[in-house]
């Protein structure tokens, strides 16, 4: 049977064909129902529908059920639905009542803003799914990663994702890196045939596997697996396959240690105590779980998640999606930043200045060369090529071969032949075209006075700036394959020159990063002397330089020493690139790294941040945190900034939870001490903390301080520490001052005393919001409007709660008017008594 006449059946949708790398192609072919031609668009979407996107977890669309199921699987909210449970079956129906409304108040809270989160975040992943290159009736068009399916006829070039596992109908030295499923750490050759039958995954040379990455050369695959059905699906189902934890997820994470650490020692200890007063043991279980839910920031799933999803609304808003929630933190904490410079200092518009004969002479024939090598090569496109076609459209040839260009040989042959006998045409850069040819063309043989006075004419050009490439080619005999080997005793024809000026507005971005105490170093592959006049046109330094072959020397102990005074890696390779960002991260560096090529994705893999552009190499978005829909260091510059805001805004809610509910739930279970009665009750705990979580949600939108978005802040538990305990003991001063008016000024029972107790405790939480929530005076840092606003009500409504006709269900009674002046007294003082506090903390703890 012809590979291109295989008649399109219906499609089977059960798993890969046994042994699919050992079957003859035509067989293949058949058992997948498609052909070299590919499937038909109608097929294609019928095999989708039937079996499913191709990824290895379903993307679910967000869901109210589902995330309203996640809020109600805390443990806090199970345990206090039994204890409400167990109220009811004794009898206590106003109990229960009042902790399930509660309860449900809370959940509701959080769904409604946790489900406007969840369709954000589904909202900007979708404008960032990666695109393959596949044939649809012998026609190629693009399609997107999942909706690739078993059958579909896929092209390959160097930069794209593999999408699937497949099997080879061609390849041109296709070389894929498949590390992330062998750990191989080389690129491996893969051509068309067939494996033994036993053959293991990494003796497959015939297939493509999901995952990997083409790093050189092209080829045409059939897709044989898709999704949890291809090796590396079948590796998630063996393990829960989990991103890195992040350094702000780990912080979160031992936070919660910290808090219910407390929470165990305060409830068993609350609860020994009632047991040994003789209390109703049902009150004193309700109590104890109260106090746990009092100090926990049961909110903080979706105060984070409402941050984020804030946050990354903002920073598209910018310019900069979100492929990852959890990197924003990163970005925000980022002090050293690597990038190249095509593009993001310079304009990426590269322009061709001239083509050169040897002597440097003008040379029409050495542009007509460059551009047949241009117009016939087929691997990546780069901007040289278009520029070199935009100049000279390349004459009619026929293409017999090409040798594609890769990372290590850093230049690209074809062979072609027009009129004459074949000819192989060499394009690339200087160094590695010159020790490929024996003679110069005009100039005779090549030796080494001829080779200085060429390389001194590239210096030459580099010095002002300009791009150089080198063109050679020889006669060669028609055949059926090129090779490497056949790269020799070629003529050196001439030179090419590019210019890509420097990017208006770099050298301001720059400065302002800098400002930001986040540090520029420019990696690139480029010449030094190139990199140099970029550098210093948008404000580089360039006193201190590494070269690539200075790095191929150096251990790794003396690039630690070096990696962080350097301010140019120039001539580097793609491995080099991942030791530089090693190397600074071993320093104690939070690095980001900007970067658009398949040679980029080893460095984009090392780094904390990893940034990329819409229109990169599919490896190295799929690789990138974040995409930047404009290539521009002060669009990175806005993203550093909302990074640093969704930070602080996340912290605050941390802070304001720690500083109020530590120091009032220490002085309630203290307060079973001294008091002959509980002194509030669990529905009046849990309604306390309800209140005081509302405005909370205000905090993704409220203001923040120019200086805390000034330098990079990073997650730093000591300080946490410290502020939660000395704020807590602040708070549970001002709490045993209140115990005391209300028992020794008001002589309250245990009606009256809760109901003050509960205003006063309510009134701080809010109150103290609004002053730990900047490190400047309160008064000099202004509130998101959300903010001050849900505050205020809660305010008004705190003092009202007494009043209320139900007021008698919830166990308050009507508090005498000097009472609650008495109160907001106390509140004055705290307020006082906290922000001098704050002032003295903040500077003896910078944080």
Request: glycine share 8%.
């Amino acid at each position: 049977m012809s590979l291109l006449t295989s008649v399109v059946r219906p499609a089977p949708h059960g798993p890969p064909p046994a042994r699919y790398w050992n079957q003859p192609l035509p067989a293949l072919l058949s058992s997948l129902e498609t052909s070299a031609e590919g499937l038909s668009a109608a097929e294609a979407a019928r095999r989708l529908e039937a079996a499913g996107p191709n990824a290895l977890e379903t993307a679910r669309r967000p869901s109210r059920l589902r995330v309203l199921g996640s809020q109600l699987k805390s443990p806090l909210v199970f345990l206090l639905l039994i204890a409400a449970s167990i109220s009811a079956f004794t009898g206590d129906w106003t109990d229960a009542v009042i902790v399930v409304a509660i309860v449900l108040g809370s959940v509701l809270l959080g769904y409604s803003r946790e489900y406007k989160a969840q369709v954000t975040i589904a909202q900007l992943r979708q404008r960032v799914t990666p695109h393959v290159k596949a044939l649809r009736e012998g026609r190629p068009v693009t399609v997107l990663l999942p909706q690739v399916v078993p059958g579909d006829v896929v092209r390959l070039s160097a930069g794209s994702i593999v999408p699937a596992d497949a099997r080879l109908l061609e390849a041109t030295d296709l070389f894929v890196s498949q590390a992330v499923l062998t750990g191989e750490s080389f690129p491996v050759e893969k051509r068309p045939g067939q494996a033994a039958p036993d053959a293991p995954l990494v003796a497959r040379d015939n297939c493509v596997f999901q995952g990997t990455h083409v790093r050189n050369g092209t080829g045409t695959c059939v897709v044989v697996a898709t999704g949890r059905d291809t090796a590396l699906g079948d590796i998630a189902r063996r393990l829960s396959l989990r991103a890195p934890e992040t350094e702000f997820d780990r912080g979160i994470r031992h936070f919660g240690y910290v808090l219910l650490t407390t929470m165990a020692v305060m409830v068993l200890g609350v609860l020994a105590v009632n047991s040994l007063l003789a209390r109703p043991p049902l009150e004193s279980l309700l109590f104890a779980l109260a106090l746990a839910v009092g100090l926990s920031p049961e909110l903080l799933p979706a105060i984070l998640s409402v941050n984020l999803s804030a946050g990354a609304r903002v920073m598209a808003e910018r310019g900069v999606l979100v492929r990852r929630l959890s990197a924003i933190e990163n970005l925000g904490s980022m002090d050293v930043l690597c990038t190249d410079k095509t593009g993001t200092l310079t304009e990426g518009a590269v322009r061709l200045t001239g083509a050169y004969a040897p002597d440097a002479a003008p040379s029409t024939a050495v542009l007509g060369l460059a551009a047949l090598n241009a117009a016939n090569q087929t691997g990546l496109s780069n901007p040289l090529d278009v520029a070199l076609l935009q100049a000279h459209p390349g004459a009619p040839a026929r293409k017999l071969g090409e040798i594609p260009y890769d990372f290590v040989r850093k230049r690209l042959s074809v062979v072609v032949r027009q009129e004459a006998e074949p000819r192989l045409i060499m394009k690339g850069a200087f160094t590695q075209v010159v020790e490929a040819c024996v003679q110069v063309a005009g100039r005779g043989p090549l030796d080494a006075r001829l080779q200085a006075e060429l390389q001194a004419r590239v210096d030459a050009w580099g010095q002002q700036g300009l791009r150089v490439l080198a063109v050679a080619s020889r006669p060669i005999e028609a055949r059926e394959r090129y090779t490497r080997e056949d790269e020799q005793a070629l003529t050196f024809e001439g030179f090419l020159a590019f210019v890509d000026p420097p990017k208006e507005g770099a050298r301001e971005a720059i400065q302002a990063l800098s400002r930001m105490g986040v540090a520029i170093k420019l990696i690139t592959g480029d010449s030094q002397r190139v990199a140099e006049h970029v550098a210093r046109q948008v404000g580089l330094g360039t006193q201190r330089v590494l070269t690539g072959r200075q790095l191929q020397r150096m251990r790794d102990e003396a690039l630690w020493h070096q990696a962080e005074k350097v301010d140019l890696f120039v001539e580097v390779d793609p491995t080099q690139k991942e030791r530089i960002l090693l190397a600074l991260k071993k320093l104690g560096h939070v690095v980001g790294f900007l970067g658009d090529g398949v040679n980029d994705a080893p460095a984009m893999h090392a780094a904390d941040a990893s940034l990329s552009v819409e229109h990169a190499a599919d490896v190295a978005r799929e690789a990138a945190d974040f995409v930047l829909l404009e290539r521009h260091l002060d669009v990175v510059r806005r993203g550093i900034q909302e990074g640093r805001r969704t930070f602080a805004n996340t912290l605050k809610y941390v802070l304001t939870t720690t500083s109020a509910n530590l120091g009032n739930m220490l002085s309630m279970a203290a307060a079973t001490l001294l008091l002959p009665f509980l002194p509030m009750l669990a529905g009046q705990i849990l309604l306390n903390n309800f209140l005081s979580d509302i405005p909370a949600v205000g905090l993704a939108g409220d203001s923040v301080d120019p200086e805390l978005v000034e330098r990079p802040r990073r997650w730093n538990m000591r300080f946490l520490s410290r502020f939660m305990v000395t704020f807590g003991l602040v708070s549970a001063v001002f709490d045993f001052l209140t115990f005391a008016a209300l028992r020794w000024l008001f002589h309250a029972g245990p009606a009256l005393f809760r109901t003050g107790w509960f205003v006063e405790s309510l009134l701080t939480e809010l109150v103290v919001a609004l002053v730990v929530r900047t490190r400047r005076p309160f008064w000099r840092s202004r509130p998101g409007t959300l903010l001050f606003a849900s505050t205020c009500a809660v305010i008004a409504l705190t003092f009202l709660i007494p009043f209320l006709p139900f007021a008698g269900v919830l166990g308050f009674v009507r508090p005498p008017g000097a009472l609650l002046w008495g109160v907001v007294a106390i509140t004055g003082l705290y307020v006082a008594a906290t922000e001098l506090t704050k002032h003295a903390f903040y500077r003896r703890v910078p944080g």
